[in-house]
């Protein structure tokens, strides 16, 4: 099997502290809906699913921070998540992390690989 090809995801002067830019990747045949975020200067992907129903975390297009940005939320039951890692801090999915979507920058772009394995429900 192939290694995962790098796929660029975004620039990182789009992305300043608190912000968070979505992303489409065929992975395997599979649309994949991811997003990037900066915590505090340091960034971060994940598969754009909650893990408590497998729907998107944002209602509102691209808004995944709370206000205060410390916490990526579902918009729909409310699940807090910590940006660095994915897991669930607060709400129905706690014990469980949002799927990591690997990535490195390469000057100033955002790469990322398929994850792998994939999530069953994305
Ligand atoms: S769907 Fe995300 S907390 Fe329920």
Redesign the pocket.
Known sequence: MMPPMPFPIARTHELLPGRTKKFLVDCDGREIEGFVLNAGGAFHAYVNR??????G?DWVENQFFTEDAQFIQ??????YYLPETGE?VA???CGKSLVRVPIRIDGDLILGECPQPLPDDA
């Open positions: 909650c893990r408590h129903v497998p729907m975390l579902c918009a729909t039951h409310g699940a669930c709400g129905p999915p």
